[in-house]
């Protein structure tokens, strides 16, 4: 029953989520990109249907991910674009119902036998998220598929508020943490 309840609510919520247009869809995602770089990167946002698509395609190197209308809060992410075989496959998994934990399991499969292509350098995401878009706070993330501590010189774990980190050392998601204290 109460499965039934969350659901409902969920459903409820989510038809009754207004999906904000493409433009400031697009005005919204690309505030995780520096100026110089918004105005020629490629955004998904969502349809009225509330699925994702491309709402623009742009001509640089950046992605950026509109809000999702159907969550709680305000989050947007840019990445590049290297990084999209990464992201789509996580986008889909999870459309098959997938959980994070079988997610993740079957990208790092995929990723050692080679059907995953990550980067072959270092690739940033930034996300910038909170409980609306005036309170969002940025945190970047720089991918370094295999990267240690040992390789990095950086500790596995925040030593000072928004220091460097390395996360999932050694896997094919090792990525450098940085989250600036919140303003």
Not at 61 to 73: F, I, R, S, T, W
Not at 108 to 128: D, I, Q
Request: hydrophobic fraction near 35%; charged fraction near 25%; aromatic fraction near 8%.
């Amino acid at each position: 029953m109460k499965y039934l309840l969350g659901f409902l609510a969920l459903t409820i919520f989510q038809c009754g989520a207004q999906i904000p247009n493409a433009e400031q869809q697009i005005a919204d995602a690309v505030l995780a990109l520096d100026a110089a770089d918004r105005e020629e990167a490629t955004v998904f946002g969502y349809n009225s249907d509330g699925d994702l698509i491309t709402i623009k395609k742009g001509t640089n190197a950046q992605v950026c991910l509109a809000d999702d209308p159907g969550k709680e809060g305000f989050s947007v992410a840019c990445y590049h674009k290297d990084l999209e075989p990464f992201m789509a496959r996580g986008r889909e998994l999870r459309a098959e119902g997938k959980d994070r934990g079988e997610v993740e399991q079957i990208r790092e499969e995929e990723a050692k036998n080679g059907k995953l292509k990550m980067p072959e350098g270092s690739s940033t995401l930034a996300v910038l998220s909170g409980p609306s878009k005036e309170e969002a706070n940025i945190r970047y993330v720089v991918y370094i598929p295999r990267a240690t501590a040992e390789s990095t010189g950086l500790p596995t774990k925040p030593m000072v508020a928004g220091g460097p980190w390395i996360m999932f050392p050694g896997s094919y998601r090792a990525h450098i943490m940085i989250s600036p204290p919140n303003n």
